[in-house]
């Protein structure tokens, strides 16, 4: 089932952001980041311990060469696959989410 999670308009290039899903749970979230014309969206949880990967609502902390940290243990992810280079979930990666764009707007499956 594909579902509405925000607006092209609402993403900033380059910067992870965090949405949930217009008829998810608010506790269930997504990371989504836009560099040029891709769309990354993933679930936003470390596959180690299944905790959040914002330190706070909507932040995240970043290498110097863009990979997302985990802010609990240190796990760093690639922006283009979600495949965890180092830490304790190493050769792991991040849930991916199917998406679509349409009139703008960016669709996810929750299935």
Not at 35 to 52: K, L, S
Not at 66 to 76: D, F, S, W
Request: hydrophobic share 35%.
């Amino acid at each position: 089932m594909s579902v509405f999670l925000c607006n092209l308009s609402d993403l900033v290039e380059d910067k992870w952001m965090t949405f949930a899903a217009a008829d998810g749970d608010e506790d269930d979230t997504y990371m989504v980041k836009k560099q040029g014309e891709n769309i990354f969206v993933y679930r936003n949880f470390c596959p180690h311990q299944g905790r959040r990967l914002d330190y706070a609502p909507g932040e995240y902390l970043e290498t110097p060469d863009k990979q997302v940290v985990c802010p609990a243990h240190g796990a760093t992810f690639q922006t283009e696959d979600g495949f965890c280079t180092a830490g304790p979930c190493a050769g792991d990666a991040l849930r991916a989410v199917t998406t679509e764009i349409k009139d703008n707007q960016v669709f996810i499956d929750v299935d």
